[in-house]
């Protein structure tokens, strides 16, 4: 039952109002009251518990979206749905980012990503954004700093897909850049030499997947693993193929893995701009398919920054800190190389100048007459 305090004159106009108090509401408020913060913060609204109800105050639209949260949460718990892990939070962080988003159509969204007893959750508006890209795009590209939750979210995907049945096989590729791809200095088998280059990419199949499942994946090569450089040649079809590290494949790498993609299969390719290994970092295959690519019909292009990041709080600083680093020495590059142009001028004029003196100073020569 909700009960106006109050009516709005316009979609502006502060407003009051009050809605019933379901079952288990205090669930809703998380930790420290974290989520009721998260609401007040991202809508610009004032919640309040009180014995019966909760009082939403701010602007009309503001307060419409808030009674919105409340009605879609109180009728997932009514049909049985669990926020677990800090689900809730996470969706909340999109909701209020992205004006579009509601609680419901975010759930929905995730039951369509299901890995058996677990969905895919979006922590991020530009997570959102991804994920919806992978869904209705061929080939996509997720560039961004680490801990954004590009390869993790790729894997889910690809996944899905497999448990879905919409692909047969998954295919997940990284370059060996460290080793060079050439392999053969390191001890054991060939999978044992390239396996520390794999290793993240194993470690988010252990997460999502029973272990059991993920070694009879890869025992019948359902789920393979390898470095880019065995791409080359095939042609992958009812695939879904992750290209991850991509910053640390040549242009020609690059080029040969987009051309892969066979009938019925999608890729994902992520990689971080800022965190080259290459010898060369202008060869950076990622760079390059950037600029290349940007304008091809069928692509998606996803950027992150470090509000996506999804590790420890310190991580999201961190990478703040070293954006803040590079652009400080950008602009201290700008100002030294404006100082120098300036000396240059003024070195330039001063020699004239004194030139000029000096051609002044210099004793005058009688003109010398004709003789007839």
Request: charged share 25%; aromatic share 6%.
């Amino acid at each position: 039952m909700y009960l106006a305090n109050c009516q709005p004159r316009g979609v502006n106009a502060s407003m009051k109002k009050s809605i019933g108090v379901s079952p288990n509401i205090e669930a809703f408020f998380g930790p420290r009251d974290e989520n009721v913060r998260l609401l007040e913060d991202g809508l610009n609204i004032t919640i309040n518990l009180r014995s019966n109800a909760i009082e939403l105050e701010g602007a009309a639209k503001d307060v419409a979206r808030a009674e919105q949260v409340f009605a879609d949460y109180e009728s997932l718990q009514r049909s049985g749905y669990t926020f677990n892990n800090g689900d809730l939070n996470s969706m909340l962080r999109v909701l209020t980012s992205d004006p579009t988003a509601t609680l419901r159509g975010l759930v929905d969204a995730g039951r369509q990503r299901s890995l058996g007893r677990r969905t895919v959750q979006p922590k991020s508006s530009n997570q959102r954004r991804y994920l919806e890209a992978i869904e209705t795009h061929d080939m996509v590209f997720g560039i961004g700093p680490a801990g954004t939750g590009k390869t993790y979210l790729a894997v889910a995907m690809a996944i899905s897909a497999l448990l879905a049945k919409r692909v047969n096989r998954i295919i997940l590729a990284r370059p060996a850049v460290e080793a060079g791809e050439r392999l053969g200095f390191l001890p054991g088998t060939l999978q044992d030499k390239i396996d520390p280059y794999l290793r993240p990419l194993y470690d988010a199949l252990y997460d999502m997947l029973d272990p059991e499942k993920v070694d009879r994946y890869l025992e019948k090569n359902v789920i393979e693993i390898a470095p880019i450089a065995f791409m080359r040649g095939r042609t992958l079809n009812d695939s879904f193929v992750i290209l991850d590290e991509a910053q640390n494949t040549t242009s020609e790498q690059m080029k040969m893995f987009v051309t892969r993609l066979g009938f019925n299969s999608k890729a994902v390719i992520t990689g971080d701009a800022t965190q080259i290994d290459l010898p060369n970092a202008r060869r950076s295959g990622l760079l390059e398919a950037m600029d290349v690519l940007k304008s091809v019909d069928g692509l998606a292009f996803v950027h992150f920054d470090e509000a996506d990041v999804v590790r420890h709080h310190l991580v999201q600083r961190i990478v703040r800190a070293y954006d803040e680093h590079k652009a400080r020495a950008a602009e201290q590059q700008m100002f030294l190389l404006a100082d120098l142009k300036n000396a240059d001028t003024s070195s330039d004029k001063s020699g004239a100048h004194a030139a000029e003196e000096s051609s002044a100073n210099e004793p005058k020569m009688p003109p010398v007459e004709a003789k007839g």
